[in-house]
């Protein structure tokens, strides 16, 4: 199995992106700033944008650890899984 290597890049429309280095094809995650952010952020954007993506991950990782898969359970199907971001 190989190993995947992904690469945080900055957009032409200034977006930040989360992408696999060999893989053109569309951003895993895609992360844009109002005018109002930016200014706020006084040319931060790329840390910000890093530190959100690094919290992402961690996120999955709990989130998928946490969450009861249990395909016994009939009352829900992964369709109708909902989830709450505080």
């Given at each position: 199995m190989s190993a995947s290597f992904f690469e945080i890049i900055q957009l032409t429309d200034g977006?930040?992106?989360l992408r696999r280095i060999?893989?053109?094809a569309a951003p895993l995650v895609?992360?844009?700033f109002s005018a109002e952010a930016k200014e706020m952020m006084e040319d931060k954007e790329m840390s910000v944008a890093k530190a959100m993506i690094a919290a992402g991950i961690e996120a999955v990782?709990?989130?998928g650890h946490d969450l009861d898969w249990d395909?016994?359970?009939n009352d829900h199907t992964?369709?109708?899984r909902s989830y709450t971001l505080h």
């Amino acid at each position: 199995m190989s190993a995947s290597f992904f690469e945080i890049i900055q957009l032409t429309d200034g977006d930040y992106a989360l992408r696999r280095i060999d893989d053109d094809a569309a951003p895993l995650v895609r992360i844009s700033f109002s005018a109002e952010a930016k200014e706020m952020m006084e040319d931060k954007e790329m840390s910000v944008a890093k530190a959100m993506i690094a919290a992402g991950i961690e996120a999955v990782g709990t989130v998928g650890h946490d969450l009861d898969w249990d395909e016994d359970d009939n009352d829900h199907t992964p369709s109708q899984r909902s989830y709450t971001l505080h």
